[in-house]
């Protein structure tokens, strides 16, 4: 299959892009700069010179394609404030991908989110998130997420993996990395209130086979969880942080959160537990890299200077 992939060089789709190649496909990816390019070239991988804003490239990319996994999403933009625009850009390419796609049953895969669609219980694939009680921004990407299942009345084979909000693995920049960041910078690691609000996790490794099964073989109009551990308590995490970084464990009050935590608050805040029971048996899925608990004590995030890739 030749598969277009955004994101290719990104975090979750530099561990994508050779599942899918050692599964025999051919992968083509967005590069908007030359690194990137140089990268996904020597991944074996064809390059498309573009960013998401191209969408005439997106548009071209996705025709040539038989399959489409879409990864890539403006979290700069989203961290620095926009979090709409980059969601409005978002939805934008979905339905330049949707355009190029349909009427053909290939695949489009897309990489959504779990935290908030069930808050407060178990987060199951049926569910969907209210999106009356999210913020504008993260309603948009809801939105995107619901109407990319809807295409598969268009003829796409579309499948929406809701990704845990921590994909860990070493080289992650991602929440993990910023929890660490701030524990350092504070002197103290942190949860908000008692700390037994949980979290879902995947391994990075899990997570890209989730991907690569998605795309071969789930059904039209599908929505798969990449969860490994259903819920991981924060005080569990900011425990092991402490541990590690040899500073204290103390709870942060919800008055205090936003200017201990900064953007994150909101995310540490939130009780997102979710199952992926059901996807495991659609895909015959089952992760089998470390537990988020696991990877933190292995050592690897914490031997490397934190950076702001957001």
């Known amino acids: 299959m030749r598969v277009f992939v955004t994101g290719a060089s990104g975090w979750i789709g530099s561990h994508v892009v050779p599942e899918i190649i050692r599964a025999g496909h051919q992968v083509s990816g967005l590069a908007r700069s030359d690194a990137s390019a140089a990268a996904l070239t020597s991944a074996g991988v064809e390059v498309h010179r573009g960013s998401l804003d191209d969408l005439d490239v997106v548009r071209s990319a996705a025709a040539a394609s038989e399959g489409v996994i879409h990864l890539a999403f403006d979290h700069r933009k989203a961290f620095s404030g926009d979090f709409q625009g980059a969601a409005d850009a978002d939805r934008r390419i979905i339905e330049t991908i949707a355009e190029a796609l349909a009427g053909t049953d290939r695949p489009l895969v897309l990489a959504g989110g779990l935290l908030g669609v069930a808050p407060g219980r178990v987060a199951m694939e049926k569910d969907e998130p209210d999106l009356a009680h999210q913020p504008s921004g993260p309603a948009k990407r809801s939105e995107t997420a ?32 910023r929890i660490i960041g701030i524990a350092r910078d504070k002197g103290v690691s942190g949860y908000i209130g008692d700390g037994s609000n949980e979290w879902p996790a995947v391994h990075v490794r899990d997570a890209a086979r989730l991907f690569r099964l998605a795309l071969e073989s789930a059904p039209a109009g599908s929505v798969v969880h990449a969860v490994a ?55 015959s899925w089952q992760p089998v890299h ?17 950076a702001d890739k957001y």
Do not use: C
């Open 146 to 177: 619901k109407f990319t299942v809807s295409l598969a009345s268009r003829g796409i084979r579309s499948v929406v993996v809701r990704l845990s909000p921590t994909v860990h693995g070493e080289g992650d920049y991602g929440f993990m990395a």
């Open 229 to 283: 551990d259903e819920g991981v308590p924060l005080r569990d995490i900011a425990e092991v942080v402490g541990r590690k970084l040899n500073v204290p464990v103390a709870s942060i009050s919800s008055d205090d959160a936003p200017a201990h935590f900064s953007w994150l608050a909101g995310f540490l805040g939130m009780n997102s537990p979710a199952s992926s029971a059901q996807t495991r048996e659609l895909l």
């Open 290 to 306: 470390p537990g988020l608990i696991e990877d933190l004590d292995e050592g690897h995030y914490f031997n490397r200077p934190a």
